[in-house]
C-alpha cells in the first residue's frame, strides 16, 4: 500500500516536529495534524510556534499549507487517511488505581475511539506516544468492530528524539523502529510505514520486531539512559564526601567502549516529560506483573534522581549560613535542557519550590523558557521575579542558581555580575557548566556538583 495522506492526531512537542520532518522529506505525501487544544493549533499556524526546537522553524516554513496542515479534527479529514499516527499525551495517572505511577491512557483511547467511525477499510494506525506494553493490543480491540468485519493493522513506532536537538535526531535518527504484527495485514502495514521513512533513513535503521517488543523497547531505552544518569549522581554524592572529581570519573569510566562517554554528567538530576514517567511506568507493569524486586529497581533510578534534587537544594541552604529567608537567589535556567522552552518535569520546579518554602526571593531568568516557568510556578506564592535580562536578576542577590546549561550563560561578564551582587557571593552550579576558576577568582565561592567547592575564607 502506498501512502498518500497521513493523519497525526496531537499537535505537540512529537506530533508537530515528527510530521513536519515527513512532510518535508515526503512532498508527495498530504500530511494533517489535528488536535483538541485550538490554541495549538493557532500557534503551529502562526509564525510563533508552540514548541522552541533549533531548525523546526525552517521546516514547518518549508511545508506548511503545501503538504503540511494543521487544522481541526473533520470526519472527511479522518475519511480521508491511510494512515493515522497517534501522538497524544501519556502522562502519569492522578487518580485512582495507579495514581502516580502508571500511564494514564485516557487521551489514548479518547483518540481512538474518536477515529473509529470515519475511518476508511484498512487505514493504518500507528502508535508514536509512549504507552504501556500491550497497549496496541487493546487499541486494536477497541477499533475492531465484529458486526462490520472492519480490521484496522496497528502498529507501534516510538519516537526516540530527544528535545533540544528533535530535527537533528528526526533527520538522522540511529533507529527507527516498527513494531508489527505477524499476520501478513501486520507485515503490509510495517512495510507501507517504512517505505515513508526510507525517503530519508537508510534501510539498515529501520528495525523491524513484534509490536509488544517495540513499545517496551521505549521505556527501556529510557529507562537505561535515566539509569546512567542516576548512577553517576550516585557516584558524584560519594565525590562530595571523599573531595574526588566526578568529572575526572565520567572520563575515565567513558573511555572504557563498554560503557561510552554519553549520559554521563552528573548534575541537579534528569527532567523533561519522558524519564520519570516512563520509568514510574515500566515499574508499574512489572508490580502487576508480579515482579515487586524488578519495580524496585527502576523505581530507585527516579528516587535517586528526587535525592539528587533535595541534595542540591539543602546545599544551597547550607552554604548561605543556614537561612535563605528574605535573601535574594537569581536562578540562571528554568528549562529542564538547554534548547528548549520545555519546563516539564524540570528539576527547577522542585528547587524553586523548596527556596521558595524556605522564604527566598527568587528571580528566575532563562534564553527560552520564562512563560513556561511562571506557567509551572503559579500558584505556589512567595516572592517570584521573572526576568529575561540575567545581570537585573543577579543584581542585589546573595547567589546565583544555574540550573540549565545554556551557552548563553557561559557568554555572560560576571566581572559585571559580581560587583553587583551582596557578599559573599555565591555561585552554585547544578550542571558543573561555569568556569569555576574563573569565577573565584572574580570573588565567588563556587559550589558544584561531585566537585570540590573553591571557596574564600
Ligand atoms: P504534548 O503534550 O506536547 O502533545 C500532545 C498533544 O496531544 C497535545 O497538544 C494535546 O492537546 C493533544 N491531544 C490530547 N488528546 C487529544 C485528542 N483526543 N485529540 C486530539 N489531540 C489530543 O506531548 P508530547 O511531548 O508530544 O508527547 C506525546 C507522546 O510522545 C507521549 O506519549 C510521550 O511520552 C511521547 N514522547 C515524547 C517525547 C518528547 O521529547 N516530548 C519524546 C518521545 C516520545
Ligand atoms: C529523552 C530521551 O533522551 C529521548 O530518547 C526520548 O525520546 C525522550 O526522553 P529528553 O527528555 O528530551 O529525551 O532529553 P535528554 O537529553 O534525554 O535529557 C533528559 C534530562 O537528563 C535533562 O534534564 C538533562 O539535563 C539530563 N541529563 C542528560 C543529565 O542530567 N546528564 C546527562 O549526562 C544527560
Not at 523502529?177 to 521513512?197: D, K, Q, S
Not at 523505581?299 to 535574594?328: L, P, Y
Not at 528554568?334 to 520545555?342: E, I, L, R, S, V
Not at 544555574?402 to 559573599?424: G, K, S
Request: negative net charge.
Amino acid at each position: 500500500m502506498s501512502i498518500r495522506k497521513i493523519l497525526c492526531i496531537g499537535a505537540g512537542h512529537v506530533g508537530g516536529p515528527t510530521m513536519a520532518v515527513i512532510a518535508d522529506m515526503c512532498p508527495e505525501i498530504n500530511v494533517v495534524v489535528v488536535d483538541i487544544n485550538p490554541d495549538r493549533l493557532t500557534q503551529w499556524n502562526s509564525g510563533t510556534l508552540p514548541v522552541y526546537e533549533p531548525g523546526l522553524d525552517e521546516v514547518v516554513s518549508r511545508c506548511l499549507g503545501r503538504n503540511l496542515f494543521f487544522e481541526p479534527a473533520r470526519p472527511e479529514v479522518i475519511a480521508d487517511a491511510d494512515m493515522v499516527f497517534v501522538s497524544v499525551n501519556t502522562p502519569t495517572k492522578e487518580y485512582g488505581e495507579g495514581a502516580g505511577m502508571a500511564a494514564d491512557l485516557q487521551y489514548w483511547e479518547k483518540s481512538a475511539r474518536f477515529i473509529k467511525p470515519h475511518l476508511k477499510d484498512g487505514a493504518i494506525i500507528v502508535e508514536k506516544s509512549t504507552v504501556p506494553v500491550r497497549t496496541a493490543e487493546a487499541i486494536s480491540r477497541i477499533l475492531h468492530d465484529n458486526r462490520q468485519g472492519r480490521r484496522f493493522p496497528v502498529l507501534s513506532n516510538p519516537e526516540f528524539l530527544a528535545e533540544g536537538a528533535a530535527i537533528r535526531d528526526l533527520m538522522e535518527p540511529d533507529r527507527v523502529l516498527i513494531g508489527c504484527e505477524e499476520t501478513e495485514a501486520g507485515r503490509a502495514a510495517a512495510e507501507a510505514l517504512a517505505a515513508v521513512y526510507r525517503h530519508w533513513v537508510p534501510p539498515e535503521r529501520i528495525v523491524l520486531s513484534s509490536v509488544w517488543s517495540s513499545e517496551l523497547a521505549k521505556l527501556t531505552a529510557n529507562a537505561f539512559l535515566a539509569q546512567r544518569i542516576s548512577s553517576i549522581n550516585a557516584i558524584s554524592a560519594l565525590c562530595d564526601a571523599t573531595y574526588a572529581d566526578v568529572t575526572e570519573i565520567s572520563r575515565a569510566i567513558g573511555t572504557d567502549h563498554r560503557i561510552g562517554s554519553h549520559f554521563l554528567e552528573a548534575g541537579v538530576g534528569f527532567g523533561g516529560s519522558c524519564f520519570r514517567k516512563d520509568i514510574l511506568n515500566l515499574s508499574y507493569i512489572c508490580q502487576q506483573q508480579g515482579l515487586p524486586e524488578v519495580a524496585a529497581y527502576w523505581k530507585s533510578v527516579v528516587e535517586m534522581n528526587d535525592h539528587q534534587i533535595t541534595r542540591f537544594t539543602r546545599n544551597i541552604i547550607a552554604h548561605q549560613f543556614d537561612t535563605v529567608a528574605g535573601k535574594k537567589l537569581a536562578v540562571f535556567g528554568f528549562a529542564f535542557k538547554p534548547g528548549t522552552n520545555d519546563t516539564r518535569d524540570s528539576p527547577a520546579i522542585y528547587v524553586c519550590k523548596k527556596l521558595l518554602e524556605e522564604r527566598a526571593h527568587l528571580a528566575i531568568t532563562d534564553p527560552r523558557a520564562l512563560e513556561n516557568a511562571a506557567e509551572s510556578l503559579r500558584g505556589l506564592g512567595g516572592e517570584i521575579a521573572i526576568e529575561p535580562d540575567p545581570y537585573r536578576a543577579a543584581e542585589g542577590a546573595h547567589a546565583i542558581v544555574l540550573l540549565t546549561h545554556w551557552q548563553e550563560f557561559r557568554e555572560l561578564d560576571y566581572q559585571r555580575i559580581y560587583e553587583r551582587m551582596e557578599r559573599p557571593a555565591s555561585f552554585f552550579d547544578g550542571r558543573n557548566w561555569i568556569d569555576a576558576k574563573l569565577l573565584y577568582e572574580l570573588g565567588f565561592n563556587v559550589y558544584r556538583v561531585g566537585r570540590a567547592p573553591l571557596v574564600h575564607y
